[in-house]
């Protein structure tokens, strides 16, 4: 069966019970990605944990080397890595119990989802959470 991403009502609801958001592949760059939608989700109101073992801080926050680093719980881990490494991430995002493993837009591995959903895990992929929380709470949470 075919992977499907949650329907645009699931995702609303995810985004709205959601807080804490881990980055994996968070660069410290201005110019990259990662960092300016990060940085769009910080000022959103999320808060946004930087998963980079080769940075200390990024938009203010601690960075963690991995995610079973991160001292505190996590709602949803959001990926940008290339679609053949995120398997690890998947399993390490079972293991902290974060509620949602979501990769960015074209970032998609089936493997990766099924660890996820088999570990309770929500899981979205090839969509920019930034874009998606843009549309479904345009006004904010």
Known sequence: MAFENPSREQIKALLQASQ???VVGLSDKLDRVSYMVSEAMQKKGYRIIPVNPNATEILGETCYPSLS???EP?????VFRKSELVIPVAEEAVKIKAKAFWLQQGI????AADIAKAGGLEVIMDRCIKVEDSILLPGGK
């Open 74 to 78: 996590v709602d949803i881990v959001n």
């Open 108 to 111: 998609f591995n089936e493997e």
């Open 69 to 71: 680093d991160i001292p």
């Open 20 to 22: 804490t958001v881990a």
